[in-house]
């Protein structure tokens, strides 16, 4: 069964630290990974994907996620956190459509909070 | 258009009476998801379309709820006799064709109260 796991329920990090939020993944087949940021009382904005190539993939505000085949994971990185990237972060992945209908398996979040 | 609508963006039930909630995809996906999301945190998924055909509806409870997506119509999702823990958030999604790289694009969610 595809799943989708977030250790950590919260993470804390100091405005203008770097922060790192986990995920690992367990999937049949390629995986076809997504992170997507909830603010409070708003819906689900996409900010990045990795599907093939580039382990590396850059996406919205400043984001980044590393894929690692080995180590079955997806952690999403900003360089220096602002105050205003607070907010509730989930991890995807995307099951094949030919099987499974392309529905997102989601993990349980992790909530962000960035200090001034 | 280029963001999905939902609405009513707040809906309040007594349990047992019937809710409706409507989804506008983007202009141009062909591809409809709704996930319930409850106790903040965990997202469930519903049903999906293909255009006007169901494709996948391995997450309805099926004595319960229903869905619609009709040709120049919002999508619908509705809940008879509504229960207490129906209370949660609806979104719904769309995507643009049935590959698995394609991106989920989703709307602001209803958020449904049964007292």
């Known amino acids: 069964a595809q799943s989708v796991a977030q250790p950590e329920d919260q993470v804390n990090v100091a405005e203008g630290n770097p922060l790192t939020v986990k995920c690992t993944y367990s999937?049949?087949?390629?995986?076809?990974l997504f992170w997507y940021v909830q603010y409070p009382n708003r819906g689900l904005q996409f900010l990045l994907k990795y599907i093939t190539g580039d382990n590396l993939v850059k996406g919205s505000y400043g984001f980044e996620a590393e894929f690692n085949k080995s180590q079955t994971s997806f952690h999403l990185k900003k360089p220096s956190a602002l105050v205003s990237d607070s907010a509730l972060y989930f991890c995807a992945v995307r099951v094949s459509i030919y099987n499974q209908g392309g529905k997102l398996i989601f993990g349980q979040g992790t909530e962000l909070s960035v200090k001034p | 258009g280029e963001e999905v609508a939902q609405t009513p963006k707040h809906l309040v039930r007594g349990e047992g009476q019937k809710a409706k909630l409507y989804c506008a995809p983007i202009k141009g996906h062909s591809y409809v998801f709704w996930y319930q999301q409850v106790l903040k945190n965990e997202f469930k998924f519903l049903i999906s379309f293909q255009n006007e055909n169901v494709f996948d509806e391995t997450g309805m409870p099926k004595e319960r709820f229903s869905a619609k997506c009709l040709p120049n119509s919002p999508c619908s999702l509705e809940i008879q006799a509504t229960k207490l823990e129906d209370s949660a958030v609806y979104f719904c999604a769309s995507s643009q064709s049935r590959t698995a790289k394609e991106t989920q694009y989703f709307g602001p969610g209803t958020r449904l109260l049964v007292l």
């Open positions: 999937v049949s087949g390629n995986p076809y």
